[in-house]
């Protein structure tokens, strides 16, 4: 992993444009970066609504997680450990093309945390700055499948990894489109609607009506129609 990503080069960024909450960026051991088969990007952490209106609330500021990939080990309250809804989809997506989540490099393309997208401050500062260490990080590493969560993290990776055509097909969930094309190092990238919101994959990768799109986007056979 690139010696330019640190935390102290995240915590500048985070003083100068002001932030309160916390920041999160690497969701697995650090060590997972070194030279991963899979990368999962998710847009940037959510939560912590009305936090930083208690000042004696403590912000964490996590580089990464040691303790195992928090799609797995992490408690997000309400909820048992590993067992909140987006963090099944993560599990039941891993299942589905076969891979294990504990060996899965995965991060925040903003590391800094709000509710919900729209109410991050500052979004093109964050945006820009992501994009910098991104470049650093990204230069170390050639995965064979890339997953994007969500569209705006997908364009930012496809524009990353050099992917120069996107294909599109149907999900099964309405009009929503799951997308995927060749890196410019001959992986793969796919990008799925938002797991927070569409529910795609059973906790146990068993097949379901979204499957066949799916199968095709991540080249493991099947029919979908665009």
């Known amino acids: 992993m690139s010696m330019h990503v640190t935390f102290d080069r995240i915590e500048s960024a985070y003083c100068r444009l002001g932030y309160d909450l916390n920041w999160g960026f690497l969701t697995c051991p650090r060590e997972k970066f070194l030279d991963p088969r899979v990368l999962l990007v998710g847009l940037n952490p ?30 997000w309250e309400p909820h048992e450990l590993g067992q909140a809804p987006l963090q099944l989809q993560v599990q039941g997506l891993c299942k589905f093309i076969d891979v294990n989540l504990a060996d899965v490099a995965s991060a925040n393309f903003v590391p800094f945390q709000s509710p919900s997208w729209g109410e991050l401050p500052k979004q093109a500062e964050a945006l820009a700055f992501a994009r910098e260490i991104w470049c650093d990080l990204a230069s170390d590493i050639k995965p064979e499948i890339i997953i994007g969560l969500g569209l705006q993290v997908g364009y930012e990776l496809a524009r990353l990894f050099g992917v120069d055509r996107l294909n ?18 001959g992986g793969r990238l796919v990008i799925l609607p ?12 068993s097949e379901n009506r979204y499957s066949s799109p799916l199968k095709v986007a991540f080249g493991l056979g099947g029919v979908a129609h665009a």
């Open 168 to 185: 599109a097909l149907n999900s099964g969930w309405g009009a929503t489109k799951i997308r995927f094309g060749q890196t410019r190092f």
């Open 194 to 205: 938002h797991l927070s919101r569409y529910r795609l994959f059973n906790p146990d990768g």
């Open 46 to 75: 959510g939560g912590g609504r009305g936090d930083g209106d208690d000042r004696s609330w403590e912000r964490q500021k996590v580089f990464s997680e040691e303790g195992g990939n928090s799609y797995l080990f992490g408690e």
